[in-house]
């Protein structure tokens, strides 16, 4: 469980700020370099980092992607506040991966009370593997109170109970944030992950495509036009 918050980052605070506009949001394609991801600490660093515990096989990047052998917590820290259900709705509405293999999303949720000391953690994930959508079963990996108000269970949810929650919270006084947003992949599984999306960012770790250098059209020595 975390127990520090991570700093807001710019693009945090601008995805916050596109969950809130009516329209789409700018997407950008950003190429992630080869090992830049950071690790957990005491809390969630900014930008890719591997979870606690570290895996046994570290990631491996090459121009194909990011291969995450084992039990992998592959995350992308930003504190993202949620104003409503329907804001955490939009977010995974907006969430996709390209890869190869067996893998989950994850949520990093504090809950947060105005009441000192009550972290309200948990972490969401979609029971299939794959793209999360909004519906299906959900599952927590904590129960969250705030107060002596239990808001959401450990264990598995339809996706209304999930999004229920938020708006619970917030009539409780507490303050969701999303602490980072990525993938999960499970003792025994492989996934080669060409890229990640969400908040209208695309974060691509297979190497950007060349485009090709077209041939000069060679010219007769007596050519005049």
């Given amino acids: 469980m975390k127990k520090s918050r991570i700093g ?3 693009f945090a605070l601008a995805l916050a700020g596109s969950l809130a506009i009516a329209g789409p949001a700018i997407a950008a394609d950003i190429y992630v370099p080869d090992n830049s991801q950071g690790t957990e600490g005491e809390s ?3 930008g890719w980092f591997t979870g606690d515990p570290q895996p046994e096989t570290a990631p491996v990047d090459d121009a194909t992607g990011i291969t995450l052998t084992g039990r992998t917590q592959f995350l992308y820290g930003g504190i993202i506040p949620i104003a409503a259900g329907t804001e955490f709705a939009a977010l995974v509405e907006g969430s996709d991966v390209d890869a190869d293999g067996t893998l989950t999303f994850q949520y990093p949720i504090f809950f947060n009370s105005t009441v000192e000391g009550n972290l309200g953690f948990t972490t969401l994930r979609p029971v299939p593997t794959g793209a999360p959508t909004p519906g299906g079963t959900w599952f927590s990996s904590q ?3 705030i107060g002596d108000v239990l808001i959401l269970s450990q264990g598995e949810h339809t996706w209304d109970e ?5 708006d619970d919270a917030i009539a409780q006084d507490g303050v969701p ?3 980072a947003v990525g993938v999960f992949v499970d003792p025994g599984d492989t996934a ?3 890229s990640v999306t969400f908040g209208g960012n695309t974060y691509h770790f297979a190497a950007q495509a060349v ?8 010219r ?3 050519f005049t036009g």
Avoid: C, S
């Fill in 220 to 222: 007769p020595a007596d």
């Fill in 8 to 10: 807001a980052t710019g």
């Fill in 177 to 179: 944030e999303v602490l």
């Fill in 44 to 46: 969630y660093p900014n």
């Fill in 143 to 145: 129960n969250v109170a």
């Fill in 162 to 166: 999930i999004v229920e929650a938020f």
């Fill in 192 to 194: 080669l992950v060409r």
């Fill in 211 to 218: 485009a090709p250098v077209p041939t000069p059209i060679q």
